[in-house]
């Protein structure tokens, strides 16, 4: 069935396709829409027989993708800054968080802050990825019935728990 899934838009916020998904129409679709996303997402799972993570994305862009994020140029040099919110460029050093006072800094020290925020978003995406991850593995091993009770888990490990 995963043949019937199609490459859909980017996502430029997400970093993601959005799946399409031919073999359900429209009042089908409608009605996943409506679902609260754990039940849209366990269904588009049993109808379509796709990977939790496509069922996921599909489920979190309702009506698209999301809208690429806002990057303002730098008032004094025309560089891109970080956010919409940035009130210092990293590239010329100039701070206008006091507009009447701008300040403008070592650019090298700017720099080094650049490199570390960018190195820290992505072990964000990393550890994203990697609990994402488990957590489809836990919910695979569910869906195959690999669980055990509460009185069965506590037993497999009761040496460890007195």
């Not at 998904?21 to 754990?38: D, G, T, Y």
């Amino acid at each position: 069935m995963s043949g019937a899934i199609e490459r859909g838009e980017f996502c430029p916020k997400c970093k993601n396709y959005i799946p399409r998904f031919l073999a359900l129409n429209e009042i089908e679709v409608k009605a996943l829409r409506a679902m609260r996303p754990a039940d849209a997402i366990k269904e588009l799972r049993r109808k379509t027989g796709c990977e939790i993570v496509t069922a996921k994305i599909w489920v979190v862009h309702p009506t698209g993708p999301h809208p690429a994020r806002i990057r303002p140029p730098c008032p004094y040099c025309g560089e891109l800054l970080f956010s919409e919110k940035s009130k210092q460029c990293l590239k010329c050093g100039w701070d206008w968080h006091n507009p009447e006072k701008p300040i403008r800094h070592s650019t090298k020290s700017l720099n080094e802050t650049a490199r570390i925020a960018k190195k820290k978003l992505r072990w964000q995406r990393i550890w994203r990825a990697r609990v994402l991850k488990g957590i489809a593995i836990g919910e695979k091993a569910i869906a195959e019935g690999r669980v055990l009770s509460h009185e069965e888990a506590k037993k497999k490990l009761k040496r460890w728990l007195t």
